[in-house]
């Protein structure tokens, strides 16, 4: 006879202040009801009822409403739970305070606790024989394109390019273009996704060879570049 149109549940979702939300309830019923019975289960005084309109009864196809107020005491991170009971009828209820992070980190609902961030570096290497390392550890050597590491927030990268011995002339690209041509590359204070490209070439001369030999003389050339 009595139907609460919020369902079996009164959720108040995530809050850090007081706040309120309303049970409406519905006679469906031929009899008209007296004053209806409703009642707050102990729950630590985190709920209230502040308003209620079925205490003067409820007539055939009329509604009456109860304010239901969330004012958590110790206003602590944590999930509070309490019931409403409306003659025989439960409807539980549920508020949650979200803990406060701090800046390393994030609020992860699941787990409902703080979880520090993560962000990604890409490594590429462009051109030239060798390998990424990132803080000594070998990242990617002869494939190395679009290679995705994760790191903590705040963390400090070394970025080394170990080049093949004829491969000594190092230029960084993306984020890491500041870093010049040195074959290591400092990052600090991650805080944001990075991106970072390696090209490396040579400062040595190619020496290229070449024999002719004609009907009565034989010479070398030899061509630097």
Do not use: M
């Not at 009456?64 to 005491?73: E, K, M």
């Not at 390998?131 to 995705?148: D, F, M, P």
Request: hydrophobic share 30%; glycine share 6%; aromatic share 10%.
């Amino acid at each position: 006879l009595i139907n609460n149109e919020i369902g079996n549940s009164l959720n108040f979702g995530f809050t850090t202040r007081s706040t309120y939300k309303v049970v409406t309830v519905k006679n469906v019923g031929a009899v008209n009801y007296g004053p209806l019975v409703i009642s707050k289960n102990n729950d630590d005084n985190n709920f209230s009822i502040t308003y209620n309109s079925c205490e003067d009864g409820l007539a055939v196809n009329k509604t009456c409403s109860v304010r239901v107020h969330f004012n958590p005491q110790g206003k602590d991170a944590a999930i509070y739970t309490g019931s409403l009971a409306i003659e025989n009828k439960t409807v539980n209820l549920e508020a949650k305070i979200e803990p406060t992070c701090l800046e390393s980190h994030y609020f992860d609902e699941s787990s409902f606790s703080c979880k520090i961030k993560t962000f990604t570096i890409t490594y590429s290497k462009l051109v030239g024989i060798g390998s990424i390392l990132q803080n000594q550890e070998s990242i990617c050597g002869v494939a190395c394109e679009n290679v995705v590491k994760t790191v903590n927030y705040g963390s400090d990268l070394t970025v080394t390019f170990n080049e093949d011995p004829s491969f000594d002339l190092v230029s960084w690209g993306g984020d890491a273009v500041f870093c010049s041509s040195s074959l290591s590359c400092q990052l600090t204070n991650i805080t944001s996704n990075k991106t970072i490209s390696v090209s490396a070439q040579s400062s040595k001369p190619v020496i290229v060879s070449a024999s002719l030999t004609g009907p009565s003389n034989q010479f070398e050339v030899d061509k630097y570049y």
